[in-house]
């Protein structure tokens, strides 16, 4: 895909969402005048994975799509990929005990919380920036778009 038709394809997603750029902006966190450079065709490269996990979530589309409309991802059936995390997703949901966690003390914890409050949160001994738990919810943000919808 071009440069000019991805700017395209991101207008058409964030009209289809109902979003100003502003509002995309703002969710976002990536500058309205970035985001207008890009709809418009007037960067001259791609935008980088970052901006694209960032924008994932705002506009409602799993992150690997926007990869695979940039450029980074060549080969890859994403609809399959997509189907396979929902497959997975699901078998982990059947295959939990449900009956080992006790109804008056909840075990479940919203990750949300975890990532905004918890002060030190750890993935295998690395802590956790806050840059880098920023880029893990636009993720999930992107990750769960569709369920919301």
């Known amino acids: 895909m071009e440069l000019l038709e991805f700017g395209k394809y991101l207008k058409k997603l964030r009209n289809e969402r109902g979003l100003t750029l502003a509002q995309l902006a703002e969710a976002s966190k990536v500058s309205h005048s970035y985001l207008s450079q890009i709809e418009n065709g007037k960067k001259k490269n791609f935008p ?3 901006v694209l996990i960032n924008l994932s979530g705002p506009l409602g589309v799993y992150y690997g799509e926007l990869l695979r409309e940039a ?9 399959d990929y997509n189907e396979e995390l929902e497959e997975e997703r699901y078998r982990r949901e059947q295959s939990m005990d449900l009956e080992e966690f006790d ?38 943000d992107g990750l769960f778009a569709k369920k919301k919808s």
């Not at 450029?71 to 609809?79: E, F, H, K, M, R």
Request: proline share 4%; aromatic share 10%.
């Open 103 to 140: 109804d008056e003390e909840p075990y479940w914890t919203e990750l949300n919380n975890l990532l905004t409050k918890e002060p030190h949160i750890t993935y295998r001994d690395i802590l956790i920036t806050n840059e880098e738990r920023k880029l893990i919810i636009a993720y999930l």
């Open 71 to 79: 450029g980074y991802l060549v080969n890859v059936d994403i609809d």
């Open 48 to 50: 980088s994975s970052e």
